[in-house]
């Protein structure tokens, strides 16, 4: 079992940065890939970033690809999400994710998922 708590999220003018936070508890925190997807209303949730458990691999998706960073501290069972150059289309909430092992790149893979936290982008 994984629990999931993002922080982190707030309003940023465009060209802004923000690093959202995911606190995790649980046996298995430190054997999961981690990842953030986000989502906004009437659309499907949709893959950001993820880091491997091991922390030597990160995936991006091409939208965010060169402007965020994904990164995950085992010692204080945490993952980030930093955000720079943000633009209006990055608004969504982000939920944070993970999955036992293997890098989860789908809202199928995930096997665990944090409340989200909102992050608006004004132009």
């Known amino acids: 079992q994984v629990q999931l708590v993002e922080s982190g999220g707030g309003l940023v003018q465009a060209g802004g940065s923000l690093r959202l936070t995911c606190a995790a508890s649980?046996?298995?925190?430190?054997?999961?890939?981690l990842a953030w997807f986000r989502q906004n209303p009437g659309k499907e949730r949709e893959f950001v970033a993820a880091v491997s458990w091991r922390g030597s691999s990160t995936r991006y998706a091409d939208s965010v690809r060169g402007r965020f960073t994904i990164s995950r501290d085992n010692a204080k069972n945490a993952v980030y999400l930093q955000m720079n150059s943000l633009k209006p289309e990055d608004t969504a909430v982000y939920y944070c994710a993970a999955k036992l092992l293997a890098v989860p790149l789908t809202t199928g893979d995930v096997e665990y998922w944090g409340q989200g936290t909102q992050v608006t982008v004004s132009s």
């Open positions: 649980g046996r298995t925190f430190s054997s999961s890939a």
